[in-house]
């Protein structure tokens, strides 16, 4: 559809230099096409995957995510130990009167004790450790899908505003042609002075556009520089602000492995974990102690000692905490039902809101722009005839370039729409590289 529109503005913009001999050769001069690109530039072109790679490296938040993961991993290697058992030694009877002077009666006891946990507390703690690792994972992969749709959103407004920049300065060159046209004609007497006033407050107005143009695009190219590590040595590629071909980015529905909704069920299955962890936790964990008492007394005679010591749970047992994990594990179910409708509406108006942006970008293609061209053309051709006044050339102008504009700010949308739904259905998720552990 832009190609075809390129090709009959390509047409017509010939036709216009050839009837550079009815006196208006530098107004029609003036009207270049859309979609002429900028001059050659040296930097390398920069396509979309080259900016979603080169912001994925350049991200310091995915390391932040990466340190998470390896921090959820050291979790989990904690959770599998067993508790360390406990050397105790103990002298009894020693400096006291008579017999007991010094160290002649003394007792010596070394014992080992060791706390046995009972209540599946080790598998509780693994299991919540192990599902806090997937927490971490998924939330990286969610900031690097965050990431990417910030790298598409940006990426198509440079687009758009160097698209925008071209409009301005198409409209500049038309008002700066059309003032020397109108110059003209009031020099001769053909015109009102008060015309001559109006066209150099056109072109004023058109210049001040353009720089506001200009700054626009300057500060979105430094937006999607920032994102890759203000690297500003790229190019812009304009072919790739055009509208896809159909069915060339369709989107299957989200389901549960999408990464927000996993995201949702893992905080749930953590939820779970943490009941059984604080279940285990009422469970009362005897200690159990074996040794050797030496008796000074006796010439360094001994014997062994076996002890156990097991804590009373009269008071406590847990049963605030365990409320506690329940609620939060009811919550969480709560929450993934809420994010999955929620997702699924999310979903349902962006593809809506694609279509309409693709059925506008169609009809300004094929029907808003060719009329404008025409209309310009046909005001062109009256204008030299002495039909129609210079406003009407200026109106017809302004109509196309706000067409083309209108086409550029459906595009804008288009994409950006894209770029949110590309984030819903992890589309880009491929492009995230494997988290590696660190040590």
Same mark, same amino acid.
């Given at each position: 559809m832009t190609s075809q529109y390129r090709r009959r503005a390509s047409a017509r913009l010939a036709r216009y230099l050839a009837s550079a001999?009815?006196?208006?050769? &530098?107004?029609?001069?003036?009207? &270049?096409m859309l979609s002429v690109a900028a001059h050659a530039q040296e930097a390398a072109p920069l396509t979309l995957q080259d900016a979603i790679g080169r912001a994925?490296?350049?991200?310091?938040?995915?390391?932040? %995510?990466?340190a998470g993961v390896d921090a959820a991993r050291g979790g989990l290697r904690q959770a599998r130990v067993r508790p360390n058992p406990t050397l105790d030694a103990e002298v009894e009877n020693f400096n006291g009167e008579g017999d007991l002077r010094g160290f002649d009666g003394a007792e010596t006891t070394f014992s080992l004790s060791q706390?046995? *946990?009972l209540g599946g507390r080790r598998s509780a703690r693994i299991r919540l450790a192990d599902r806090e690792l997937r927490g971490a994972e998924l939330e990286r992969a969610v900031r690097g899908l965050d990431l990417i749709r910030d790298v598409q959103t940006?990426?198509?407004?440079?687009?758009?505003? $160097?698209?925008?920049?071209?409009?301005?300065?198409?409209?500049?060159? @038309?008002? *700066?042609?059309l003032n020397t046209s109108? /110059?003209?004609?009031?020099? %001769?007497?053909? +015109?009102?002075?008060?015309?001559?006033?109006? /066209?150099?407050?056109?072109?004023? *107005? /058109?210049?001040?556009? #353009? @720089?506001?143009? =200009? $700054?626009?695009?300057?500060?979105?190219? $430094? @937006?999607?520089?920032?994102?890759?590590?203000? +690297? @500003?040595?790229?190019?812009?590629? &304009?072919?790739?602000?055009?509208? &896809?071909?159909a069915g060339e980015h369709d989107h299957a529905e989200p389901g549960e492995a999408t990464p927000d909704l996993a995201r949702l069920a893992a905080q749930r299955d953590r939820a779970n974990a943490a009941i059984g962890v604080e279940r285990s936790l009422a469970w009362q964990n005897p200690t159990l102690s074996f040794g050797y008492r030496q008796f000074a007394a006796d010439n360094d005679e001994g014997a062994l000692v076996a002890g156990v010591s097991i804590p009373?749970?009269?008071?406590d047992r847990n049963q605030g905490s365990v409320a506690r994990a329940r609620a939060e594990q009811r919550r969480a179910e709560f929450d993934l039902e809420a994010g999955r409708r929620t997702l699924m509406r999310e979903f349902a108006a962006l593809q809506r809101a694609i279509a309409a942006d693709s059925a506008a970008i169609t009809a300004t293609e094929d029907q808003v722009i060719p009329q404008a061209e025409r209309a310009l053309e046909l005001a062109q051709d009256g204008y030299n005839r002495g039909a129609f006044s210079y406003l009407d050339v200026l109106e017809a102008q302004r109509a196309l370039s706000d067409a083309r504009q209108a086409r550029v700010d459906s595009l804008q949308?288009?994409?950006?729409?894209?770029?949110?739904? +590309?984030?819903?259905?992890?589309?880009?998720?491929?492009? #995230?590289?494997? =988290? *590696?552990?660190h040590q």
């Open positions: 001999s009815l006196g208006l050769a &530098p107004f029609i001069a003036a009207v &270049p994925i490296e350049a991200d310091p938040g995915l390391r932040a %995510a990466d706390e046995v *946990e940006a990426y198509y407004d440079a687009l758009a505003a $160097a698209e925008l920049v071209l409009i301005a300065e198409e409209r500049l060159r @038309t008002a *700066e042609a109108v /110059a003209r004609r009031v020099a %001769a007497a053909r +015109d009102p002075l008060m015309a001559g006033a109006r /066209a150099e407050a056109g072109l004023a *107005e /058109a210049r001040i556009a #353009l @720089t506001r143009a =200009q $700054a626009e695009a300057a500060n979105a190219r $430094a @937006t999607l520089a920032s994102l890759l590590g203000g +690297d @500003t040595g790229f190019s812009l590629i &304009p072919a790739d602000f055009a509208l &896809p071909r009373l749970g009269i008071f949308s288009y994409h950006n729409n894209e770029a949110a739904l +590309d984030r819903l259905t992890a589309r880009f998720g491929d492009m #995230l590289p494997e =988290q *590696e552990a």
